[in-house]
T-cell receptor, first 113, second 111 residues
Framework: SQQGEEDPQALSIQEGENATMNCSYK?????LQWYRQNSGRGLVHLIL?????REKHSGRLRVTLDTSKKSSSLLITASRAADTASYFC?????????????FGKGTMLLVSP | ETGVTQSPTHLIKTRGQQVTLRCSSQ?????VSWYQQALGQGPQFIFQ???????GRGNFPPRFSGLQFPNYSSELNVNALELDDSALYLC??????????FGSGTRLTVV
């Protein structure tokens, strides 16, 4: 079953604009990760934020985590047409005897030139 | 170059048949996880192998089985294929609880 939900399901913006995607989850986590997927191919790891962190940056990416609300957001600044892809959040469970990822359904981002 | 190689890229099988998908993990990674991604959905965890033993399993029936070899490569076997098994199958390797590296996936179509 899915851990949570990404919001929105789809987002269409112009190049240069910022894109914000949100993710909610249900259980305690070790960390939360964001992945990108182009055209139904493999997942590319973007950024990981640990449960004791509140904000993290990587290039044009900014991720926030609010464990009290069980939510995270991914901000892509100054978007480019090449950012067009599906974006997934994935939680790495805290209570499992092993580490594995639980994904949401994803946000489909379209960046128009 | 992701470091994780999956084969084949695409596969078409008939309902009731059996299929084997293969994954070569990234060098130095001792853990392999398999995920199923249906169209329009997020990946769903199938199972995980660590040092040749299954150490975790998601909500998939026993006809989904796997192997991990001494070189940490892995196979996913699915018996008695059903139409709903049509999906993208993703393999991810990791070193313990460090970050995951995903392969490009195998697109399985069951007709």
């Amino acid at each position: 079953s899915q851990q949570g939900e990404e919001d929105p399901q789809a987002l269409s913006i112009q190049e240069g604009e910022n894109a914000t995607m949100n993710c909610s989850y249900k259980t305690s986590i070790n960390n939360l990760q964001w992945y990108r997927q182009n055209s139904g191919r493999g997942l590319v790891h973007l950024i990981l934020i640990r449960s004791n962190e509140r904000e993290k940056h990587s290039g044009r990416l900014r991720v926030t985590l609010d464990t009290s609300k069980k939510s995270s957001s991914l901000l892509i600044t100054a978007s480019r047409a090449a950012d067009t892809a599906s974006y997934f959040c994935a939680t790495d469970g805290r209570n499992s005897g092993y580490s594995t990822l639980t994904f949401g359904k994803g946000t489909m981002l379209l960046v128009s030139p | 170059e992701t470091g994780v190689t999956q084969s084949p890229t695409h596969l078409i099988k008939t309902r009731g048949q059996q299929v084997t998908l293969r994954c070569s993990s990234q060098s130095g990674h001792n853990t392999v996880s398999w995920y199923q991604q249906a169209l329009g959905q997020g990946p769903q965890f199938i199972f995980q192998y660590y040092r040749e033993e299954e150490n975790g399993r998601g909500n998939f029936p026993p006809r989904f089985s796997g192997l991990q070899f001494p070189n940490y490569s892995s196979e996913l076997n699915v018996n008695a294929l059903e139409l709903d098994d049509s999906a993208l199958y993703l393999c991810a390797s990791s070193l313990g609880q460090a970050g995951y590296t995903f392969g490009s996936g195998t697109r399985l179509t069951v007709v």
